[in-house]
């Protein structure tokens, strides 16, 4: 039987977009201190019942993705020329 006063904690909706935006950004949540904050937070929102938790649970959430957006190293996806490089057929001589 759980403790009285204590929430449940639950992985949502909320929780599986912020994992899957770390992960797109190659940061984990076990070695990043604002990516783990973030997680936490993002369960917090998806177990809350009153909008005022949702609030201010989003409101953190929305800065520590933000630092940690900051703190990801760079992604090589090239742009439109590097695309039609890409495509363009490669003429020999």
Same mark, same amino acid.
């Given at each position: &039987?759980?403790?009285?006063?204590? $929430?449940?904690?639950? #992985? *949502?909706?909320?929780?599986? !977009?912020?994992?899957?935006?770390?992960?797109?950004? *190659?940061?984990?949540?076990?070695?990043?201190?604002?990516?783990?904050?973030? &997680?936490?937070? #993002? $369960?917090? &929102?998806?177990? !809350?019942?009153? =909008?005022k938790d949702v609030a201010s649970a989003a409101r953190e959430l929305r800065q520590a993705m933000h630092t940690?957006?900051?703190?990801?190293? =760079?992604?090589?996806?090239?742009? $439109?020329?590097?695309?039609?490089?890409?495509?363009?057929?490669?003429?020999?001589?």
């Amino acid at each position: &039987m759980s403790e009285p006063g204590v $929430k449940r904690v639950r #992985a *949502g909706a909320v929780a599986k !977009a912020t994992r899957a935006e770390l992960d797109d950004l *190659g940061v984990s949540s076990e070695t990043n201190a604002s990516a783990a904050a973030a &997680m936490k937070l #993002a $369960k917090i &929102m998806d177990s !809350a019942i009153d =909008p005022k938790d949702v609030a201010s649970a989003a409101r953190e959430l929305r800065q520590a993705m933000h630092t940690v957006r900051g703190l990801a190293p =760079p992604k090589d996806r090239g742009d $439109k020329i590097d695309e039609l490089a890409a495509r363009r057929p490669r003429n020999s001589a």
